[in-house]
């Protein structure tokens, strides 16, 4: 059984940088990993992903140039960095593991889910 735990949310200034770290137990050594984020009253929509070998990191077009996606396979990590941040970037994150090579933009896609750390963004 995989288990995902997301940490490093918290509260920052337009212009900040944040880090999010997603460790996993069980082995996820040839899973694709993602990021999600869901803001207040909206749908949970794709960050970008990463597969097991290296495949991407693909990311949604709106965010491409400010966030980037890496992992650790022998740490069992996924790291999210997020640069010059907006207001609009405020979400609750989730962190996400599918069995498939291929990173999918869809979160019905992914089998196993984090708790989701918020992020918050202030002006």
């Known amino acids: 059984q995989v288990q995902l735990a997301e940490s490093g949310g918290g509260s920052v200034q337009a212009g900040d940088s944040l880090t999010l770290s997603c460790a996993a137990t069980?082995?996820?050594?040839?899973?694709?990993m993602a990021w999600f984020r869901q803001a207040p009253g909206k749908e949970r929509i794709f960050v970008g992903g990463?597969?097991?070998?290296?495949?991407?990191?693909n990311y949604a077009d709106s965010l491409s140039g400010r966030f980037e996606i890496s992992r650790d396979n022998n740490k069992e990590t996924l790291v999210l960095q997020m640069n010059n941040l907006k207001p609009e970037d405020t979400a609750v994150y989730y962190c996400?593991?599918?069995?498939?090579?291929?990173?999918?933009?869809?979160?019905?896609?992914?089998?196993?889910w984090g708790q989701g750390p918020q992020v918050t963004v202030s002006s």
């Open positions: 996400a593991g599918r069995t498939s090579r291929a990173p999918s933009s869809q979160a019905y896609d992914y089998r196993y």
């Open positions: 069980g082995s996820t050594v040839r899973y694709t």
């Open positions: 990463i597969s097991w070998d290296g495949n991407g990191p």
